[in-house]
Nanobody, 127 residues
Framework: QVQLVESGGGLVQAGGSLRLSCAAS????????MGWFRQAPGKEREFVAA????????AYADSVKGRFTISRDNSKSMMYLQVNSLKPEDTAVYYC????????????????????WGQGTQVTVSS
């Protein structure tokens, strides 16, 4: 089992920045890709960013490319999402997730590939 706890969300004005954190505990996650997803009210959960187990590969949704940066520190069992130049449309609950399969990368944008999820952290961007 893996437990995930997100933090760092909040209320910010458009153009502002936040750093979201995800703390993992329980089973080691050093062999597992991780991802950030978000869900706005009335919308389906959508892919934001993913990072491979060794940080060798990253991927981003087109809507956040150039503004968001994903990273991880396996020595601390942590994953981060630096979110810059925030827009009102970025308002959502942000979830971190871990894939079940070791060393898996393909279909990184498919939430069905992720087995463990945190409870989410709210990001609200005011215009």
């Amino acid at each position: 089992q893996v437990q995930l706890v997100e933090s760092g969300g909040g209320l910010v004005q458009a153009g502002g920045s936040l750093r979201l954190s995800c703390a993992a505990s329980g089973r080691t996650i050093i062999n597992n890709s991780m991802g950030w997803f978000r869900q706005a009210p009335g919308k389906e959960r959508e892919f934001v960013a993913a990072i491979a187990w060794d940080s060798g590969r990253t991927a981003y949704a087109d809507s956040v490319k150039g503004r968001f940066t994903i990273s991880r520190d396996n020595s601390k069992s942590m994953m981060y999402l630096q979110v810059n130049s925030l827009k009102p449309e970025d308002t959502a609950v942000y979830y971190c997730s871990v894939r079940w399969a070791d060393w898996a990368w393909t279909k990184y944008d498919d939430p069905g590939q992720y087995h463990y999820w945190g409870q989410g952290t709210q990001v609200t961007v005011s215009s």
